[in-house]
């Protein structure tokens, strides 16, 4: 089964003011429908992988492969056009805008494509029924709580119906309730739309319920911490 995405030895060096090594030598597959959790203590690289996933950041060296196309030295408009038609991002914050509502904020993704057709508004419409969130289609993110505008910016990562969701410690800002309800969500919409998965967390409990922990310290995958 062809990968989603596969690292090959991917190096990542910053090189202002003291030259620091994020990643080394990082080897990873993600399969298809795979939910992978990624932990490690701060400062170990996992923002820095998950920029170069998302096609934010660049390696030093090695190779990514998404879709099983090489993106490492893709110009910044391919790389635009990939994170626009195959990546979906969760982010600790939710980053919905303020002006927009929760289904204007769902579409937006579809938006930078083009024209939001009908089928598109009724998956979308859809997706937010789904999740419990049908009746606040036309209400503004300050109208929510956290937990409820966390849900929105998880369908927003699905309405462009990506190869892979990227998501920065979901449940960082939540309270324990919140945080179970979102990660369950998500585990859900995981098996229910096989789509493919990389969590970053610090929470530990969430971490183990994931199809495998990838466990980085100091810019390194230890082997002893992946669960097959």
């Not at 024209?115 to 029924?129: I, K």
């Not at 503004?140 to 910016?153: D, I, K, T, Y």
């Not at 493919?196 to 967390?201: A, D, G, Q």
Request: hydrophobic share 40%; proline share 5%; with cysteine.
């Amino acid at each position: 089964m062809e990968s989603v995405l596969q690292l090959d030895r991917v190096c990542k060096l910053y090189t202002e003011g003291v030259p620091v090594w994020a990643l080394r030598d990082v080897d990873l597959a993600v399969r298809p429908g795979e939910f992978v959790a990624v932990v490690g203590p701060s400062g170990s690289g996992k923002t820095t992988l998950l920029n170069i996933i998302g096609l934010l950041d660049r390696p030093t060296s090695g190779r990514v492969l998404l879709a099983g196309r090489d993106v490492s030295n893709l110009s910044e408009n391919a790389r635009s056009l990939l994170r626009r038609d195959l990546l979906g991002f969760v982010f600790q914050n939710y980053y919905l805008l303020p002006e927009l509502t929760v289904v204007e904020n769902v579409l937006l993704p579809l938006r930078l494509r083009g024209s939001v057709s009908a089928r598109d508004r009724t998956r979308v419409e859809g997706l937010l029924d789904r999740v419990g969130l049908a009746a606040y289609a036309r209400v503004f993110p300050s109208q929510l709580s956290g937990g409820q505008q966390q849900r929105v910016a998880l369908i927003r990562a699905l309405a462009n119906d990506p190869t892979l969701v990227l998501a920065d410690e979901p449940t960082g800002n939540l309270d324990s309730q919140s945080g179970r309800a979102v990660f369950d969500l998500m585990r859900e919409l995981n098996r229910a739309t096989a789509k493919s998965f990389i969590m970053v967390t610090h929470d530990e409990r969430f971490a183990t319920q994931a199809d495998r922990v990838v466990r980085i310290e100091d810019g390194r995958i230890q082997p002893e911490a992946v669960t097959p």
